[in-house]
């Protein structure tokens, strides 16, 4: 089946600091979420991404949807306490239209920002 | 109003309870999902209903029933769970019909089986 690489799978850094993740696929996604989960919670959708080559930011967030439609990555600027958790890319294979979207998750980047 | 609620929260039951998580939307989506979630791991697929009919089941064991009576609600029936059940369970929902595919997931009830 499809799977995705998503890495790193863990990060520890200084409030104030810059954040990258990112994954990758063998085959070609049509659709590539990002998605944040705190401790206990249901996963909270950040961005979304449609066309091959698309950057869209949301606040301090910027992601991108690779060029050969099979990566996509996540920057976070100016990282904060509250960024703590998981987040999880996914995928989406097949078109739009009446499709009801089967995803594809990533493994997870836990992050952790220290004071 | 982008809200999924799940309810129960929290639910402990033994091996050989019945119960029954629920899932609420009101956004008018007509896709929905359950999926399975263990600590520190992607939600895994288990249930997709697609215009109220059953469309995907990713060969979940039959101990887990789901139902959907109106486009609002989705149910998962449990019965003669194992430990290894115990997990988050997640509702989420997405409107098939834009061809967008943002899942909004619920908050989870998190199942323990003793």
């Known amino acids: 089946g499809q799977q995705l690489n998503q890495s790193p799978q863990s990060m520890f850094i200084q409030e104030g600091e810059d954040v990258s993740m990112n994954c990758t696929s063998s085959?070609?996604?049509?659709?590539w979420l990002w998605y944040k989960q705190d401790p206990g919670e249901g996963p909270v959708l950040l961005i979304a991404?449609?066309?091959?080559?698309e950057l869209t930011s949301n606040g301090r967030l910027t992601a991108q949807f690779g060029i050969t439609r099979k990566d996509s990555f996540l920057n976070i600027s100016a990282s904060i306490p509250s960024d703590v958790g998981i987040y999880f890319c996914?995928?989406?294979?097949?078109?739009?239209?009446?499709?009801?979207?089967?995803?594809?998750f990533g493994q997870g980047t836990i992050l952790t920002v220290h004071p | 109003d982008t809200e999924v609620t799940q309810t129960p929260k929290h639910l402990v039951m033994g091996m050989t309870n019945k119960k029954s998580l629920k899932c609420e939307q009101h956004?008018?989506?007509?896709?929905m999902y359950w999926y399975k979630q263990k600590a520190k791991k992607p939600p895994e697929l288990m249930f997709v209903?697609?215009?109220?009919?059953?469309?995907i089941n990713e060969s979940v064991p039959s101990r887990f029933s789901p139902e959907c009576p109106n486009s609002s609600l989705l149910n998962l029936h449990l019965h003669a769970l194992q430990p290894e059940d115990s997990a988050l369970y997640l509702c989420?929902?997405?409107?098939?019909?834009?061809?967008?595919?943002?899942?909004?997931f619920g908050q989870g009830t998190r199942l323990t089986v003793v």
């Open positions: 996914a995928g989406r294979a097949n078109a739009g239209g009446t499709s009801y979207g089967k995803l594809t």
């Open positions: 989420a929902s997405s409107q098939p019909a834009t061809g967008r595919a943002e899942a909004f």
């Open positions: 085959s070609i996604f049509n659709t």
């Open positions: 991404l449609y066309k091959a080559g």
């Open positions: 956004m008018g989506h007509r896709a």
């Open positions: 209903y697609s215009y109220e009919k059953l469309s």
